[in-house]
């Protein structure tokens, strides 16, 4: 009787998979009311409102809970909370390419990846979209109705030798459009494939004409 007590139980845990937002270290916390401090002052602090860390223009003013580096950041606060989200996906050799979904820290949201992976290690690592999104979908930030942001960049367009075409959504026209992406500008409203735009960002295609 005990035994089958237990095995319903675990059944009825399997059937929420969702990663739940872990407790937010000490050292990652900002300190309230803000600082008084008109000075441009930039550093890398913790959003918890936003699960990720940010550049604040008066980062430094605050005592606490400041990182001058967005990687030492994310190792002791992003990371901390996304848990297996924010583990990157295991490569192996193999002579037979598939196609896994893993959670994308940058893009804040769950893609399709080709190649050779560990299938069998790694929690961020799934088979279908649906299964990423149940376990890492708290996480995900809507990027279709993200705007770029210019990055410091001086190089020429022949410095990108891996420059291609992506797409991205435009708001305005409601559409899903191609752009050469180049790195010189920072933004999540980037799909590698038209398909993948529509799937994601068709919720806010008002007029239904414009479907593809």
């Not at 376990?135 to 210019?150: A, I, K, N, S, V």
């Not at 992506?166 to 790195?183: A, H, L, M, S």
Request: glycine share 4%.
């Amino acid at each position: 009787m005990a035994h089958a007590v237990l095995v319903l139980f675990l059944g009825l845990v399997g059937l929420k998979t969702t990663v739940l937002p872990a407790e937010i270290p000490p050292e990652c916390e900002v300190p309230e009311p803000e600082p008084r401090c008109r000075a441009f002052a930039p550093a890398w602090v913790y959003n918890k409102s936003s699960m990720y860390c940010e550049r604040w223009s008066n980062g430094n003013c605050y005592t606490e809970g400041k990182f001058q580096t967005e990687d030492e950041c994310n190792n002791k606060c992003r990371d901390h909370v996304l848990g297996p989200c924010a583990v990157g996906l295991e490569e192996e050799e193999c002579r037979k390419m598939e196609k896994r979904y893993a959670f994308d820290t940058k893009l804040r949201r769950c893609v399709l990846r080709q190649g050779c992976f560990l299938t069998n290690r790694g929690e961020n690592n799934f088979a279908s979209l649906t299964k990423c999104n149940q376990t890492c979908g708290e996480f995900t930030h809507d990027p279709c109705l993200e705007t770029e942001t210019r990055l410091s960049c001086n190089r020429t367009r022949s410095a990108f030798p891996w420059e291609n075409t992506w797409f991205r959504y435009d708001q305005r026209r409601q559409i899903c459009e191609p752009f050469n992406y180049t790195g010189c500008y920072e933004s999540r409203n980037r799909f590698e494939d038209e398909t993948e735009c529509w799937k994601i960002c068709s919720k806010h295609v008002k007029e239904r004409c414009k479907m593809p």
